[in-house]
């Protein structure tokens, strides 16, 4: 993902946008990132992106999402019309792995 694509699509909150709360207010929770523009507080898509992205944080690793927008942006649509997400989307299924690589990745 680049650093202007939006993580949380309700709100319209990039991920350049969310690095820099990260790197500035080092929240002790992923939750705290709703402070950031409201970010996972609208359909919930994005919150266990937004976690892997506090884990990064958390960890010194580089804080990145490894899915391209436009299939970021699909599987989005799919979790809205059906309200399940697809199985490779990072959620409570893994803890251990909040973010496996994305089909795009490979």
């Given at each position: 993902?680049?650093?202007?694509?939006?993580?949380?699509?309700?709100?319209?909150v990039?991920?350049?946008?969310?690095?820099?709360?990260?790197?500035?207010?080092?929240?002790?929770?992923a939750?705290?990132?709703s402070?950031?523009l409201?970010a996972?507080?609208g359909?919930?898509?994005?919150?266990?992106?937004?976690?892997?992205?506090?884990?990064c944080?958390?960890?010194?690793?580089?804080?990145?999402?490894?899915?391209?927008?436009?299939?970021?942006?699909?599987?989005?649509l799919?979790?809205?019309?059906?309200?399940?997400?697809p199985?490779?989307?990072?959620?409570?299924?893994?803890?251990?792995?909040?973010?496996?690589?994305?089909?795009?990745?490979?």
């Amino acid at each position: 993902m680049n650093p202007d694509d939006e993580v949380c699509l309700c709100f319209h909150v990039s991920l350049r946008k969310i690095r820099g709360y990260l790197l500035r207010e080092k929240p002790p929770v992923a939750s705290l990132i709703s402070e950031c523009l409201g970010a996972g507080t609208g359909c919930q898509w994005c919150v266990p992106f937004l976690k892997h992205l506090h884990a990064c944080s958390v960890e010194g690793k580089p804080i990145d999402l490894k899915i391209s927008p436009e299939q970021y942006i699909a599987d989005r649509l799919k979790y809205k019309a059906s309200g399940k997400r697809p199985t490779d989307t990072p959620g409570p299924a893994d803890p251990q792995d909040p973010a496996p690589p994305s089909p795009t990745d490979a």
